[in-house]
């Protein structure tokens, strides 16, 4: 119901091809939120602050994808 009224964020958007690659959803949210963050204008001690938390977390991995397969499916993906 939430989605449906409000959509998701970029971060979700940019979620969906790592979660592909079989990253558990909320990781995949965590490891590309500071390049939302950024790209959304917040400020840089936001997310250095975010980096901080993913980091003492241990939230992250390297992810071997195709990055232009991956960046067709976020900007044809209309859920955002
Ligand atoms: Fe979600």
Do not use: Q
Request: glycine share 10%.
């Amino acid at each position: 119901m939430a989605f449906g009224n409000s959509g998701t964020t970029l971060a979700h958007a940019l979620s969906y091809p790592l979660s592909n690659e079989g990253i558990p959803h909320g990781e995949a949210v965590a490891m590309v939120l500071p390049y939302a963050l950024e790209f959304n204008g917040f400020d840089a001690e936001v997310i250095k602050e975010v980096k901080g938390i993913l980091r003492d977390l241990k939230l992250g991995r390297e992810v071997k994808g195709d990055i232009e397969e991956m960046a067709r499916i976020v900007m044809e993906d209309k859920k955002i």
